[in-house]
Every structure is written in C-alpha cells, then in structure tokens.
C-alpha cells in the first residue's frame, strides 16, 4: 500500500467560522489570518494505492462554480486535482475508487466535470462511496447547510449509477475501515487506514486543521457543536491511547500529526511524524 497526498489546492475562510466561539486573540496564535481575516485552508487529497485498486479520498470543488463564488471563497487552482495526480503518475483513468467524506462542496463536487455545459465523470472507472445517511440528509437540510450541497452534481452523481451509499460501519476495503460521525453534518464517513503497522486517519471535517486538535475548538459550520464535542472527545482518547496519525484535509501548514492528553485537554504531540509518498 502507498499514501499519497494529493492537492487539490486551496480556500479560504473567515477565522471566527474556522474555530467558533474561540476569541481570535488565541486562535491567531498557532492559525494565522490576512488583514480580512480570512484563513488559508488547504483542499488535501488522498490517494491510497493498493495495486490493482486505487482509492481517492476527496475531490475538491471542480468547475461549477461562478467567477463571484469563487473569489469569495479564495478558490484557487481547478485544474491542480488532475495535475497533481498526473506529478504522482496517475490518470484520472487509473482510479477504482473515490471515497466521499461527505457531499458538501469543497469535497465532493469535484467527482464531477462541466465540459462546455455537459455533466461529465472526472473518474469515469470509479465506483463512487459515500455514507448512506449523509445522502438522505443532502436532500432534507436545512436552510443554514443547503447552500453546500451541489444539488445538481449529486443527482448526476447518482443517475450514473457509480454511486454506492455505504450503510454500515466496518471495513470497505481491505486494511480501511469506516466509521460514521454525524455532528458536523450526519453520516461524515471517515476512513482507518492500516498503513505501516499504523493507523492513519483522514480527519476531514471532524478536525479539519492541527489547530481545531483542542477539545472546545471546534468550527461555526458544524450543524451540532455538542455533538461534534462528544464524537470528536471519544475519538481523541482513542487517537491518543494508539498513537493514531490524524491527516488533516484543510491544514494548510501541517499534513499530519499525532496528539497527546496533558493536563489541560488534548494537543498535538508531533506534526507530520511520517513522510508520506
């Protein structure tokens, strides 16, 4: 097995949206923002290469957006999924598999392609996964997190019938397990990925950066804070008690770390204690 990050480049965010009720005073200290207060935040893929099954974490935005939406959210490099995979020697083509965290849209709708006002598959071989629970909910949300699902690339994404919804938790591919964590928006679907006689852990939006690592930083996009508390707590104790890698989707300074219990909460321990490649 091979992990490679691949990068879909990057946005931004305002700082107060990235870490909630965390006054900026201290959030500004280990996350820095421009005069606008905008965070750069990184788009970070994940190809896992098994041979003859090539899984892709994520796809980014795509090309669906308007000049105005773009620039508001600092989108910068559409092209730069494709190119990345090409750096590391892949053709869209090559990949089996594209695993969704979740559907909104700075990590999903780059599955999907406009080619001059036609929909088409980015990975036109890959079976598409995501969690049964957060597709039923993108089509009930509510008013505040309906802006984020690309209504009409999810019902593309689905007619192909590429699409698989994922039901349980447990393994769905040899040496990657699944779990469900539903506070941030239900069904967020993380893979446990055995790698190297380590466990490696694609955050996404459940810690999105090394600095949301503490208990109580958690971000203004997450449907239920309180919920989002009590996942992100149980899956910190055990991250911490085995030595898990925490892989980080949106940090855009540190690609991965391990965290530590000390007496005031959970912290970072290591940033980026493994080169992956």
Known sequence: MKLIPISAEHFHCDGGALFGVIPKVLWSKVYPADENNFTKLALRCLLIDQGDRKILIETGIGNHYSEKHLKNNGVTGLDQLEK??????????????????????????????????????????????????????????????????????????????????????????????????????????????????????????????????????????????????????KFLEEAAEKNYILFFEHDFYHETATIEKGEKGFRVKEINPVKLD
């Open 84 to 233: 990345s995979l090409s750096e590391n020697g892949y053709l869209p083509h090559d990949i089996t598999d594209v695993f969704l965290t979740h559907l909104h849209w700075n990590h999903a709708t780059g599955a999907v392609k406009n080619e001059n006002g036609e929909l088409q598959l980015r990975f036109p071989n890959a079976t598409h996964w995501c969690s049964q629970i957060q597709w039923e909910h993108s089509k009930i949300s509510n008013p505040r997190e309906s802006a984020a699902f690309h209504a009409e690339v999810l019902e593309f994404l689905m007619a192909t019938g590429q699409l698989n919804l994922v039901e349980k938790k447990g393994e769905l591919f040899p040496r990657i397990e699944v779990r469900f964590f539903d506070g941030h928006t239900p069904g967020q679907m993380l893979p446990f990925i055995q790698f190297e006689g380590k466990t490696v852990v694609y955050t996404s939006d459940l810690v999105p950066t090394a600095a949301n690592v503490p208990l109580l930083w958690v971000a203004a996009y997450d449907l239920n804070p309180v919920e989002v508390m009590q996942e992100k707590e």
